[in-house]
């Protein structure tokens, strides 16, 4: 962890304008520390590679050190962490992001160590199909015990963050502003469940300005810090669609829950679905095949449990048999599962696209 002396210097080089993550980053890999960069000589930061004049124009010791000086007083005052990116418990997934950011900070019950750690965003304007998918989705994923990352705004991301805390999973929301404030206050009533239950992250100082432009930047963190971002209901323009580009950008998974053509909502995870940027998401089962998640033995069975649940009966009769034999012919199921072959074809297709089963050569089928 850092000292305060370089915390101090730190802060100072995120308050210099025109010097970004990624420049920072390259700064203090070069010259080793942010308060050699404040004593280093200006020269000598110009012969760095892609570091111009412009970037250190405004790179003054006294002006970000006093701003820093002023941070650190609201960092102790309100007890919050930070996470260097050098540090060892910084999100490894972000580490790996060119702009991630070179501090951020957190105040909760965190732990950013495990694997599991999905991003669940979507529109404000949530609807009920969205609602329940959110909800379903999540208890789904409780046995699997995966970390939910969201944004504490209206709509999908509340959603996810009370569905997490009912389960009894970690939940973190990225804040798009100092730790002095909550947006919206209506959700004031949620902080302390969240601190319970996981906690709070952000990268802007309680001096920034409360800006839109914020949401965006934020947004980042929320795909960078995750295997997988999920939409949950998007208009054709919103923040959602953002975190799922970004996301990409990383090399993410995406999925996006799909909707009818005619609803406002669904035309963003729809137009996502098109244009090959989201893998479809109708429940947690598409979710655990595409991660290649897999589950302790008594999580396991929780799991075909819940699954079990729904199926109709007809599909857990084939569901029975094929667990016992393993693999068999579409012939051999229908005779054994008493089904005309005509309808134990439809059955299996319906299977095949909850991903249950696959089929494999030679009219064979299997339980995935």
Not at 22 to 50: D, M, Q
Request: net charge neutral; glycine share 6%; proline share 3%.
């Amino acid at each position: 962890m850092l000292s305060k002396n370089e915390l101090r210097y730190t802060l100072a080089l995120q308050r210099v304008p025109n010097i970004g993550d990624a420049t920072a980053k390259k700064l203090i890999h070069k010259v080793g520390s942010a308060e050699g960069i404040f004593n280093e000589k200006k020269s000598n930061l110009l012969k760095i590679n892609g570091v111009g004049s412009f970037k250190l124009k405004e790179l003054s010791k006294k002006i970000q050190l006093d701003e820093a000086d002023e941070e650190i007083r609201f960092i102790e005052e309100n007890k919050l962490e930070w996470l260097y990116f050098q540090d060892n418990l910084y999100p490894e997934r972000l580490k790996h992001c060119i702009d991630g950011p070179i501090l951020y900070f957190q105040k909760g019950n965190i732990d950013l160590q495990k694997n599991k750690i999905i991003s669940v965003v979507g529109t404000r304007k949530i609807t009920s199909y969205g609602k329940v998918f959110c909800e379903k989705l999540i208890e789904e994923l409780t046995p699997l015990n995966p970390v939910i990352v969201s944004g504490f705004a209206y709509g999908v991301d509340i959603t996810a963050h009370k569905t997490a805390i009912k389960n009894g999973l970690q939940t973190v929301a990225c804040l798009a502003h100092g730790m002095n404030l909550i947006y919206p206050k209506m959700h004031k009533k949620y902080m302390d469940n969240v601190m319970d239950n996981g906690g709070f992250i952000s990268e802007f100082w309680s001096s920034d300005a409360f800006d839109k432009s914020n949401f965006l930047k934020r947004n980042r963190i929320i795909a960078g810090i995750s295997q997988a971002t999920i939409v949950i209901e998007s208009a054709f323009k919103g923040g959602s669609l953002v975190t799922a580009d970004i996301a990409n950008s990383y090399n993410r998974d995406v999925f996006a829950l799909p909707g009818r053509a005619t609803d406002l909502q669904s035309q963003g995870c729809n137009n996502l679905i098109k244009s090959q940027q989201a893998n479809v998401i109708t429940s947690a089962a598409d979710l655990i095949y595409m991660l290649g998640w897999e589950l302790e033995e008594k999580n396991r069975k929780l799991l075909q449990t819940q699954l079990f649940i729904e199926l109709s009966e007809e599909e857990k009769v084939v569901f029975n048999y094929l667990k016992v034999i393993t693999k068999d012919d579409l012939d051999n199921i229908a005779l054994n599962c008493s089904m005309p072959t005509y309808k134990l074809a439809s059955i299996l297709l319906d299977m095949e696209l909850k991903e249950i089963i696959r089929p494999l050569p030679g009219k064979l089928f299997e339980l995935i």
